[in-house]
């Protein structure tokens, strides 16, 4: 699958997130993810 776009987008509360779009030619399937981008004083764990 291709990356075909990416954007940032802001909920009412103003967090980001973080759209991709890819595209597969050979069977014309597309898929989005949206990614919640986390606070720099958060960590994962």
């Not at 699958?1 to 014309?28: G, L, P, Q, S």
């Amino acid at each position: 699958m291709k990356k075909v776009r990416w954007h940032i987008t802001y909920d009412a509360n103003e967090k980001e997130f973080d759209h991709t779009t890819y595209h597969c030619k050979t069977d014309d399937v597309w898929a989005t993810t949206e990614i919640p981008k986390s606070d720099s004083s958060e960590q994962n764990g």
